[in-house]
């Protein structure tokens, strides 16, 4: 198959979306016998959701498998494929996290799963990304504005690093991201967001 051709990119969208949408925190919570995580909290079920649960180790898995996933998807399309097709397939990984089919659409925000895609893409910008999440962390002690400030920062230094596609792809999913955040946001603006270790 041609490697840019569109069925390939087609395809390559499908992989990921498909590994993308496993939905890593709903199935590790029950497995564990904690029920329906979309049922507490936020009602989502990425990580941070999970370690309301008091389960930190799931919490903790949850985080890896949503990012293996991504990371997983570019891989694979990139050994099949080649890197149009791998940038492809990371964003189609993104948009089965957050819009997975098996959950009528309704998934996690996304974070975990495209720091894996950009790790998988170019581990320099998953390293800015955690970089950039440490120090805004540090400073606010915010998770919700520090991924928000690092995903941002991503698609810059990778225009800066002359990865002129996957800072256009990442944009894009940044975008994506931050219109799941948009309570998050509400809640930035009127002070009322939840510091990094305090009560849910």
Do not use: C
Not at 97 to 117: C, D, M, N, S
Request: hydrophobic fraction near 60%; proline fraction near 4%.
């Amino acid at each position: 198959m041609d490697p840019s051709s569109l069925p390939t990119l087609l395809l390559a969208f499908g992989v990921g979306y498909a590994l993308g949408s496993i939905p890593f925190g709903l199935l590790l919570t029950r497995l564990a016998g904690l029920g329906d995580v979309r049922q507490i909290g936020s009602g989502n079920i990425g990580a941070t959701n999970v370690l309301r649960t008091g389960r930190k180790g799931l919490a903790a898995a949850t985080l890896l498998l949503d990012a293996a996933k991504g990371a997983a998807a570019v891989l694979i399309a990139h050994a099949a494929f080649g890197p149009t097709a791998a940038t492809v397939a990371g964003f189609g990984a993104l948009l089965g996290h957050i819009f997975p089919v098996w959950l009528k659409f309704k998934g996690g925000k996304g974070v975990a799963t495209f720091l894996g895609v950009m790790a998988a893409l170019a581990w320099h910008l998953a390293a800015v990304f955690a970089i950039v999440w440490l120090a805004v962390a540090a400073t606010t002690r915010i998770s919700s504005l520090s991924a928000l400030v690092a995903t941002f920062a991503v698609p810059v230094a990778a225009f800066l690093m002359g990865y002129e596609q996957i800072a256009i792809a990442a944009a894009l999913m940044g975008t994506i991201i931050l219109v799941k955040h948009r309570a998050n946001i509400r809640r930035l603006l009127a002070g009322e967001e939840p510091k990094i270790g305090a009560k849910a």
